[in-house]
């Protein structure tokens, strides 16, 4: 696969080149890993659906709509307070 270019303010590309160095890599493979493990909300939703049958197959569980936001929110929360506490 070929090199592409991607235009971006000189801001966003100065705070990358801050965000790779002080993770020990690239722009490049900084841009890369985030292409590969962002997920769209398609993406999400068939994951979503491939764990509830797993939970219902393999555990008998049933996970209603309102259970998996609830779960959701939770787990939105906690991530938010653990990037909190890390600040």
């Known amino acids: 696969m070929g090199d592409a270019m991607i235009r971006v303010p000189a801001e966003v590309r100065d705070r ?3 965000i790779a160095e002080s993770r020990g890599t690239s722009i490049r493979s900084l841009v890369q890993d985030f292409a590969e493990s962002t997920l769209t909300e398609e993406e999400r939703r068939e994951r979503a659906e491939r764990a509830r ?3 219902a197959e393999h555990f008998g569980v049933e996970v209603t709509d309102e259970e998996s936001a609830a779960m959701g929110r939770k787990l939105r929360e906690a991530f938010a307070r653990q990037q909190g506490d890390a600040a």
């Open 53 to 55: 049958a797993y939970l």
């Open 16 to 18: 990358l080149a801050v």
